[in-house]
DNA sequence: TGCCTATTATTGGTATTGGAATTAAAAATG
DNA sequence: CATTTTTAATTCCAATACCAATAATAGGCA
């Protein structure tokens, strides 16, 4: 049996794991690229596509809460790969519809989920206890640091 | 009083929540940026290099978890602004020994703590069964992250 | 000693990310 | 209807971040 931990070591274990967790899914990210051609950002992007139909560039940057002049980077690499198209929108023509391509969907079909996927098989193998308790500890955790954000003004100088 | 959630709404709402911790934490880093002139790992470097003595590079990005070239970019920009310098290594010339300059550690004293730092203080703040619970989430989620790396060869075809 | 291997730092190339500025088009306002 | 404002997409720039390849040095071994 492990020895008792003092609240100080606890913490430092949580970031830790959470520092590991975060890289947990960026490996990910990167095997899927290294096996499947696809970085987890263009898999991401694809997947919206595929699943919520054409959208704005805006509001698959919304969905990937990216900024925009990120996800046009990652549209221009889909495109060149042929596995989406842009499609001016008939109703506005500042508008531009993003679509998967044939080729597109026939990747998606074939593709695992992007890296939330992995982390949602996790999450489904685990007992619905464990998911409540999870959850509650996130929440908390996020309403720390929303809180701090909102109340912690700078306090140094500036040079 | 909300109504209860199915294990789906659950999980939905964690990822979210797991994907707005980080985001919060990268935000963080760009705040100090903002304020202060240092970007999060340049923070995050000088700031291991003045609590942690000299380091090699290859230290320094074992510390901060990067590949070695990666930490080559950021220690350039820290060099360029004066906050630490590069100095031969008397007994191995291959590596060079890190370290803050007098103007570096002047910065050290009065900056934030790196972006975990954000993160620790709103830790701090939680009671201990707060922390023991989300220790715990967390390291359930790591086990479930880990045991998934390990078994889950990559099931799709290469094209 | 001299050759082979391993280690250290660096460079070069590609991708991601955000902020600032630009262009084009729609919407609002007078 | 003309002007102004807002919105959508893009381009440009700097900083991360990785991998692969290189140069220089150290260490091991015949």
């Known amino acids: 049996?492990?020895?008792?931990?003092?609240?100080?070591?606890?913490?430092?274990?949580?970031?830790?794991?959470?520092?590991r967790?975060?890289?947990?899914?960026?490996?990910?990210?990167?095997?899927v690229e290294q096996q499947f051609g696809l970085t987890g950002p263009q898999l991401w992007a694809l997947w919206e596509l595929?699943?919520?139909?054409?959208?704005?560039?805006?509001?698959l940057a919304?969905?990937?809460?990216?900024?925009?002049?990120t996800v046009v980077g990652v549209v221009d690499r889909l495109v060149a790969k042929g596995l989406i198209v842009r499609?001016?929108?008939?109703?506005d023509r500042r508008k531009v519809s993003l679509a998967p391509t044939p080729k597109g969907d026939q990747i998606l079909a074939a593709a695992p989920p992007p890296a939330q996927?992995?982390?949602l098989q996790g999450l489904e193998s685990m007992h619905r206890k464990r998911v409540e308790s999870l959850h509650e500890s996130l929440q908390t955790l996020e309403q720390v640091l929303g809180a701090r954000k909102l109340k912690a003004p700078f306090f140094f100088a500036k040079e």
Chains 1, 2 share one sequence.
């Not at 919304?62 to 002049?69: D, T, V």
């Not at 499609?87 to 109703?91: I, M, S």
């Open 117 to 119: 996927g992995h982390l």
């Open 21 to 31: 967790i975060v890289k947990a899914l960026e490996d990910y990210s990167r095997d």
């Open 1 to 19: 049996m492990p020895a008792a931990r003092t609240k100080s070591q606890l913490i430092q274990e949580s970031m830790q794991s959470l520092r």
């Open 87 to 91: 499609n001016p929108d008939p109703l």
């Open 62 to 69: 919304a969905r990937m809460h990216l900024e925009s002049s």
């Open 50 to 59: 595929g699943h919520e139909g054409p959208l704005s560039l805006k509001d």
